[in-house]
């Protein structure tokens, strides 16, 4: 008999089973090694990015909190004039005294004359003297005791200033005839007293020209030269026209020589000449000009103008170390601004222009040659806008238009169905079947036979209904805005009219761009807080 044994197979199967779950296993076990390494890897590296970031926002933040917030201003080039429009009086002072007091450290002399009487130049003053610099400090016209007007003029140069002086106080343009015919009034008395010349000795001699005095009253005068000026009575004060003049001039005088509370006259003889530019010893001289009387010191200012500019015209070339600094100078006219701006050029000294208001007629001192222009706050809403129109306009895309709409829908709808089926049916069948038995037992054998008929109808009859109610709500938003390119003011008017007072624009020529606009503030304090600059913002 043949058999065969399946037991040698059997094994063979069992274990390439065993190899094969064994080997899935390990391909299992391995990807899931390396699925878990990959994790830890990026699990690493995100740590690493944040170590990195935090490290490097705690960067940015000392940087942030280390960096400048303000810088010097400088020029871009040299300027022969600053022109300083707007401002008071606290905001010029705090200007004199962070613009100045560099200046000062670099050896320059700085002169400030002063007609706001406002002490604008005392802040500056006062800084020099600490720092043991010499200061002088005259106040005008009480100082006219000590420091004479005419003194170290000669006769002719006295009549000159005087007139030019009297002729900047009549209404409209000045006229150089009338100037003229004051300049030789006053040179003809001047030339006739011995020795020095003084405005009390000068509005004596008027008066004898004017025959309103005689000799005993004319107590500055000597014998001699009353009698000099009174014999040319005839010759020099013949006509109407000089006689008025003679009057107009002898009560201007008359203003300048008394003392508050006293009378014509009353005053001393004067004492020597006031040098405005003094000697490189002298850091700071600081003229200021301040009477109760309003007419005294609009005369004052005059006189004190006009010798600025005689000193100016007959001092030395060469006081590229000087500074000169003009404040409330805009009732003496443009004219008589541009005449100071040419001779302080022609010398080389700085000059610094502080004036009050632009107007009408300051208007074309804006952006002249050579020059720097500062723009302080200004009330005036005309100032403001010549300013702004001083400034430029530019190019630049503004909001003209916002539109927004919002709608909301609403919906709602009801819904009835009803349905109604019947069904009738009905089935019939019949089956038949026959059977046959034979055995030992049987005999013969019997047969048998049977037959079935089955008859089934069916009916059914279904009705359905159905009633829906539905509602929806949907809200919409727009929101639109539109920008176009204007040309409008670079610096509007009320910019100007909102400055801080110690705040700024500076305007000035720039090879580079053209024209360079900068916002500064000129507070001393700024040079005191943390995080200031000690040289200039580089712009590229």
């Not at 004359?113 to 016209?141: K, M, S």
């Not at 009378?263 to 006031?274: D, H």
């Not at 020529?509 to 200039?536: K, Q, T, W």
């Amino acid at each position: 008999m043949f058999t065969f044994s399946f037991d040698g197979f059997g094994s063979l199967l069992l274990t390439a089973l065993i190899s094969a779950v064994v080997c899935v296993s390990g391909v299992v076990v391995l990807a899931g090694s390396r699925k878990r390494t990959a994790q830890r890897e990026r699990d690493l590296a995100h740590a690493s990015h944040r170590r990195d970031h935090a490290a490097w926002e705690r960067a940015v933040a000392d940087r942030m909190a280390q960096a400048h917030t303000w810088f010097p201003l400088g020029l871009s080039a040299p300027a022969a004039r600053v022109n300083v429009f707007g401002g008071n009086g606290d905001g010029w002072a705090s200007l004199l005294m962070t613009t100045c007091a560099t200046l000062l450290s670099a050896g320059r002399r700085l002169t400030v004359v002063d007609f706001t009487e406002q002490a604008v130049g005392g802040g500056i003053a006062t800084l020099a003297e600490q720092r043991g610099e010499r200061v002088v400090d005259v106040d005008l016209p009480s100082g006219f005791d000590a420091y004479e007007p005419c003194s170290g003029l000669t006769p002719v140069e006295v009549g000159e200033t005087l007139a030019a002086a009297v002729s900047t106080m009549r209404p409209g343009s000045p006229d150089p005839v009338l100037q003229a015919l004051d300049a030789e009034l006053l040179t003809t008395v001047a030339e006739r007293l011995n020795g020095f010349v003084t405005l009390l000795r000068l509005t004596a001699g008027l008066r004898v020209l004017r025959r309103v005095r005689d000799f005993g009253d004319t107590e500055p005068l000597t014998e001699s030269e009353y009698t000099r000026i009174s014999a040319c009575v005839d010759t020099v004060a013949a006509g109407e026209r000089e006689r008025q003049e003679l009057q107009f001039l002898t009560n201007i005088l008359a203003v300048l020589t008394r003392t508050e509370g006293t009378e014509p006259g009353a005053a001393s003889y004067g004492g020597g000449q006031l040098s405005f530019f003094g000697t490189r010893k002298v850091a700071v001289t600081s003229v200021t000009t301040s009477d109760s009387d309003r007419r005294r010191k609009d005369v004052t200012d005059r006189l004190v103008f006009q010798m600025l500019l005689h000193q100016l015209r007959t001092g030395r070339r060469g006081m590229e170390d000087v500074v000169l600094v003009v404040a409330g100078a805009d009732h003496l006219g443009r004219d008589a601004l541009e005449t100071l701006s040419q001779q302080a050029r022609t010398s080389g000294a700085q000059l610094i222009l502080l004036m009050e208001r632009i107007g009408e007629d300051f208007a074309p001192l804006l952006g002249a040659t050579d020059s720097v222009t500062l723009l302080m706050r200004l009330g005036n809403p005309r100032d403001a806008t010549l300013a702004a129109e001083f400034v430029g306009r530019e190019h630049k895309f503004v909001l003209n238009q916002v539109t927004e709409s919002v709608g909301r829908t609403f919906t709602e709808g009801t819904s009835t169905s009803e349905s109604t089926a019947e069904s009738v049916g009905g089935s019939r069948g019949t089956s038949s079947s026959r059977g046959r038995q034979s055995g030992p037992y049987l005999g013969w054998g019997s047969s048998s036979s049977s037959r079935t008929t089955s008859r089934m109808s069916t009916w059914g009859r279904t009705r359905t209904h159905g009633t829906g109610t539905s509602s929806s709500v949907a809200e919409a938003r727009t929101r639109g805005t539109t920008e176009s390119r204007v040309y409008e003011f670079a610096v509007e008017p009320t910019a100007v009219q909102g400055l801080p007072t110690t705040a700024f624009f500076l305007v000035e020529a720039d090879g580079r761009s053209g024209r360079r606009v900068v916002l500064g503030d000129c507070n001393p304090g700024i040079a005191l807080l943390d995080r200031v600059a000690e040289e200039p913002l580089e712009l590229e």
